[in-house]
RNA sequence: GCGCCCGUAGCUCAACUGGAUAGAGUACCAGACUACGAAUCUGGGGGUUACAGGUUCGAGUCCUGUCGGGCGCGCCA
């Protein structure tokens, strides 16, 4: 049991001896920012102070004599109405042993037995990844790694969107710079992809078969489809892959189309269904939504929101207990729109949960680059891994909340890579496991004896926090709040490491106890940074 | 015009979902390696939390309005 459930429990009977009502969902502990505030504290007193009709102060020291709990120190009232706990450090120090008897484990928490399908990026298979795709790479990827950690069973899953508009022009398109190999004027349209990889794989159509496919026919219109979608979809997995990021499940939204699902699902759905102006609407408003939504076109074809619903189902008919897209902010006004189709099957209004992942702004020699995949504008994610390395970027796209606005300057990213707050991460296990090297022979004393100093307790306290820190990150979907911890930690350890002598042949009791304080830091940061999909090298 | 997101130090962002003196990085200034890695540490300046009201013991956080920015607004995906 963690110290904040202790508390809560003994608060609880506390308030309940002197007649007050505490739910232990109102019961709010908090790490004490000062160490002057002890380890943790509690508002309880000020938002019971009405119910008990006392004054917050008085209240507290009612509760405060009342509370029995043998982890605890000492109680003190403080500010407006405070109960702050101070801690036995006892308990403290028993953590270094169970950081090195879990290893790679700790932090993890026991399984929560629901299955949980998490699909991100998504990027349809027409061009090269940008930097919106990063982000959502970034966080997704360790959306899922700290889900894990969290005890759900989570599946990575990534759709490709083959059919339709776009995937047309991706045919077209390969087929007029397959042409123009061959001294026809290049003819492409607006709607058209002007990106130059497209010139490769033209090249090596023409490499593999020659003029075979320059007829107008539907075997070579299909056939450039098909290269194409397979060409694409092969840089887009070996970048990702590169990246670090990987997935269970590649689902085709031509395999949800095959066997008449379109027709089926519209079957299903018909009470919902209404003619106008020749198109079919689906009655979205009768749930979340504010406008009714086509699911057919007027020409008879179905709006890119069938198949996504088709899909959404069937999703949901493989059996997770909840479903989380990672979409780009651009798209939040369809979630609405999906949560009503999935409520028509009778799933709850919370079985899709959206994380919206804010827009990158990209600023290169002081001017905006506009996101394009169009006229290949944009600036590729390939491009930034290349110049600034995996670790770097990821932290640097994992490190904010997803929910805020994010300027990216890729000068200063260049510039700035080699002071990325990641390497400073990075050199604490590698100064960790530098003095584990320095101090081989001499055994480690996991029992925390003697480690009585503020750097000390400074770090045993993060390190005990680490499982409430991942519950609390998964809680919020929030991944940079590991990154947070990992930094902390890191500074944490510098600060320790500068005051302090590790190894003293002249005193090897207190060096075996920091040793094993040492590698617990040491494994706490290679899990940390194991989240955000960042290595921790043992040398730099 | 309507809806969603946002506005915090020069810049990029936090603030444990309403708590105590609003914090980090970066940039700038000044210090620290003849003991374990200076990719580090120590100190300093830098703020009317866009603005104006309101709610209460307490507001960067909640409500209303104004200003400013981004995104989206039935047959593009």
């Known amino acids: 049991m963690t110290n904040e459930e202790k508390l809560k429990i003994a608060l609880e009977k506390a308030a309940a001896s002197l007649g007050l009502e505490a739910a232990s969902n109102t019961i709010v502990i908090e790490r004490s920012r000062d160490t ?3 380890d943790y504290s509690t508002n309880l007193a000020m ?56 290893g790679e484990n700790y932090g993890k928490l026991p399984s929560k037995g629901k299955k949980i399908n998490l699909e991100y990026v998504s990027a349809n298979p027409t061009g090269d990844l940008h ?10 990827d360790s959306l899922a790694r700290l889900l894990t ?25 390969i087929r007029a710079r397959y042409h123009e190999l061959f001294g026809e004027p290049l003819q492409l349209g607006d709607d058209d992809y002007h990106g130059h990889d497209l010139i490769d794989i033209a090249k090596s159509i023409k490499d593999k078969y020659g003029d075979k496919y320059l007829a107008d026919n539907e075997e070579s219109h299909d056939f450039f489809i098909r290269y194409g979608i397979d060409n694409e979809l092969a840089k887009l997995k070996k970048d990702l892959a590169d990246f670090g990021v990987s997935f269970d499940v590649f689902t085709y939204e031509s ?64 059996g997770f207990d909840h479903l989380i897209d ?46 394009s995949k169009r006229t290949g504008k944009a600036i590729a994610h390939r491009d930034l891994v290349e110049d600034v390395g995996v670790d770097a970027v ?35 296990h590698a100064r960790c496991a530098s003095l584990l090297n320095l101090g081989e022979g001499i055994a480690l004393d996991p029992s925390g004896k003697g480690l009585n100093n503020e750097e000390e307790l400074s770090i045993l ?76 090298p043992e040398k730099m």
């Open 461 to 536: 306290k993060h390190l005990a926090d680490f499982s409430s820190m991942i519950e609390g990150a998964a809680r919020d979907r929030a991944p940079y709040k590991v990154a947070a911890y990992a930094h902390d930690l890191a500074e944490k350890f510098h600060e320790f490491y500068a005051k302090n002598r590790v190894i003293d042949r002249d005193n090897l009791e207190l060096t075996s106890s920091r040793l094993a304080l040492i590698k617990a830091v040491k494994i706490a940061m290679e899990n940390a940074l194991g989240i955000l999909g960042v290595s921790a």
């Open 47 to 102: 938002r019971l102070a009405k119910q008990a009709g006392k004054a917050p102060r008085d209240l507290a020291a009612l509760l405060a004599e009342k509370i029995q709990e043998e982890a605890v120190e000492k109680i003190e009232i403080a500010g407006p109405g405070f109960i702050n706990f101070f801690m036995k450090k006892d308990a403290l120090q028993n953590v270094i042993a169970k950081i090195i008897e879990e």
């Open 255 to 318: 395999d949800i189309r095959k066997g008449g699902t379109i027709e089926k699902t519209l079957d299903f759905l018909k009470d919902h269904l209404y003619e106008s102006e020749g198109a079919t609407f689906l009655r979205t408003t009768d749930y979340l939504d504010d406008k009714d939504r086509p699911v057919i076109k007027s020409n008879g074809q179905p709006t890119y929101f069938m198949p996504d619903i088709c899909y959404h189902y069937n999703k949901a008919a493989r």
């Open 326 to 371: 990672v979409l780009g902010a651009d798209h939040h006004g369809y979630v609405n729109r999906m949560k009503s189709a999935l409520m028509m099957k009778g799933y709850p209004e919370d079985y899709l949960e959206v994380t919206f992942v804010q827009v990158v702004r990209v600023f290169r020699d002081g001017a905006e680059v506009k996101m």
């Open 131 to 140: 930097l919106g795709h990063t982000r959502c790479a970034a966080v997704g």
């Open 394 to 428: 990821r932290y640097f796209f994992i490190e904010r909340s997803q929910s805020s606005h994010l300027d990216f300057n890729y000068n200063l990213a260049m510039e700035q890579s080699s002071s990325n707050p990641v390497y400073y991460c990075q050199y604490a």
């Open 149 to 173: 950690y969290d005890g759900y069973d989570v599946t990575r899953e990534f759709y490709v969107n083959d059919c339709g508009n776009q995937i047309e022009h991706l045919g077209h398109s």
């Open 36 to 38: 002057a505030h002890g």
